[in-house]
Structures are given as C-alpha cells and as structure tokens.
C-alpha cells in the first residue's frame, strides 16, 4: 500500500516537517523522512527548539565547547541554531535543486521580540539571511503591521520569507500584496524573480481552539445548545478554504500573470498548526480537509505517523465554499466576530512565540548550569 503522505504530491500539496531535532538528524529518522515519507521542506520555532535543547543530549558537546569560548546565551543559542538550519538546508538541497526552487527549504524565525518592530526585524532577516548562507533558507516573519514592510524589504532584497501567525483575511491581503510588489520591483530593476520564494503561512487548529472556547461557554452560559454545537470545528477549515479562494484569485490575475511570464512563483498558502487540539475531532482532520494544489501542509511528527498510518488523499480544499461562507455568517449570529477573533489571535501567537523565545533562553541558560556543574565535580 502506497504512501498517504507521498500520495498528497498527486494533489499538488508539499508536506513540510515541523521540527528541527538534531538526535534525529545524527539517527538517520530525518533522512529516512525525506526518502520514504515524501517530506519536502522543514519548519521550525523556538519552542520546537526549547524542547529539543533541554530536554536532550545532542548539543550538549556544542554547547559545552561555547561556554568554554566565553560565548553568551544569545550567541549560543545562535551558534546551534545556524548550525542545525545549515545541516538541515544541505540535506534538503537536492529537492530545492531537483523542485526548481519550489521546494527543499527550512525556515529560521526572527526573534518574536521585534513583532512590532519593523526595521529590527527586515534587519534581522538580512543579518541570518547572511549568516545561514544557503539559497534554501526561508526568514520567518509575522503578519503583524510591524511585519508586513519588513517582509516587503526582505523580498526585495532577495531573501525568501516564510509570513508566519496570518489569521484574518485582510492580513492575507497585506502578505501577498507585499510579496506582489518586492517581485514587481525587482522585475522592474532587472533582477532575477524565478528563485525568490514565500509561503504564507496560515494558522489552523488555533482558529478552532478560540472559538470552540467561545461556543461553549455560551452554551454553559444558556444558548440554544443545538445551534452553538453545531458550529463547533467548523471554523478553521472554513478560514482556510476561504483563503484558498482569494489565493487562487489573487494569483490568477493580470498581475501576477505577468510576473509569471518573468518566472515568479506563487506564494503559497502554508497550513501551520494541522495537529488537532481536541481529541475528540479526528487525529488528522485538518491535514485531511486542506488539500490542494499549491500548498504545503506543515506537520508535526505524531500527524506525519497517523497521517501514514490511516491519512485519507482527496481534493478537499475547495470543498462546501458556500458552507464556508454559511459558517462565518451563523458565527457571526452568535456574537463571535471574525475581525476580533483573528486579532486575539494574532495577539496571542505574538505573546505565544515570545513567551516560548524567552523560555528557549532559559532553558540554554539551565543547560549551561547544568553543564557548568557537573564539569565541576568531575
């Protein structure tokens, strides 16, 4: 039986890994990821890295050695990182090469902290873009206001961004219209548009982990029980399904046709967050309903095992769009706003990815401790 995870390339979607661990690179899982399992690209953030940093072994050598240098807890955690996204970016180059630039890349976040910070962050990305070195890396920005010129001004430059924490239509609107005028005014200025990618990468279970929230507190509060429960896990993949009507709207104008014609690519829609948070929705529900040509789907690594143990491949993004619509409009009904609700969003994958920034720090800093101490007693 062949692979559901390989099967969704026959539908044009590109499955991502949602993690950098080096115990798995060293272990050979990663590679055997890539060859079996069809991966095509990796992503990662800082809590993914938190975790495998104090939780693990595998960099504690490096991190040894870093202390010995004197080096402080920022330039180490900059020392792994670069080291494992240059690891990583080497073993997917032959997809980059073999996909034409469509596929192969890794991402490096800027720090959360400069979410509000536009020219902090357009040169943050500059600074790892050069740091890295690697024509397969993708910067990580937020769709914040903040973000969106600094994700115009990397594009510009040349630097392959991967917008994170995007929600709301209207902040998909502002991405893909910044992507459209960096690859404008490099076409413009003579400059190469055929190798410079981006994704966008949209947010799914935390859209329904809000407002089943909200649903069910109206229920405990006395609403109609029926109604409200009838609108519960709807909203994530209706948000999605919508965005994919603007993204084939988008690029299916005079616009961007002629931007194809000077090789650009599409900005596809990346969906982030596919795991399910509630057990009681199907382990691979979002992977399942979102497939289509054109996208990605990040997974993390117990959605890629069930996704290849019983994941079902079907063309689903464009299914029920008038049911899409319908489910917006009852939410609405109800008192569950669409702008408020992708705001609170967008404010608590801030805090979110900021908080996790701040803990990875921490957790370098236990590591050294710990490190510190046992040389000490040896």
Known sequence: MSNPLVQLQQEGQSVWYDNIDRAQIASGQFKRMLDEDGVLGVTANPTIFEKSISHGTAYDAQISQLISEGKSTNEIYEAVVIQDIRTVADLLRPIYERTDGKDGYVSLEVSPDLANDTKGTAAEAERFWNLVQRPNLMIK?????????????????????????????????????????????????????????????????????????????????????????ALEGKAAIANARLVYQDFMSIFGTPRFETLKHAGAHVQRPLWASTSTKNPAYRDVLYAEELVGPDTVDTMPLETIENFRDHGRVRYSIA????????????????????????????????????????????????????????????
């Open 141 to 229: 920005i937020p769709a914040t206001p903040a973000g969106i010129p600094a994700i115009y001004e990397a594009l510009s430059k040349g630097i392959n961004v991967n917008v994170t924490l995007i929600f709301s239509l209207n902040s998909y609107h502002a991405v893909t219209d910044a992507y459209l005028s960096a690859l404008e005014d490099r076409n413009a200025q003579g400059q190469d548009i055929s190798r410079l990618a981006s994704v966008a990468s949209f947010f799914v279970s935390r859209v329904d982990t809000l407002v089943d929230k909200v649903l069910e507190d109206q229920i405990k509060a006395g609403g109609n029980a029926e109604q409200l429960k």
């Open 319 to 378: 299914d029920d769009i008038p049911g899409a619509h319908a489910t917006f409009e009852q939410l609405e009904k109800v008192g569950i706003h669409y702008d408020q609700v992708t705001q609170q969003l967008l404010d608590e994958g801030v805090k979110k990815f900021a908080d996790s920034f701040h803990q990875l720090f921490a957790g370098i800093d236990g590591k050294k401790n710990s490190i510190k101490e046992e040389k000490a007693t040896r």
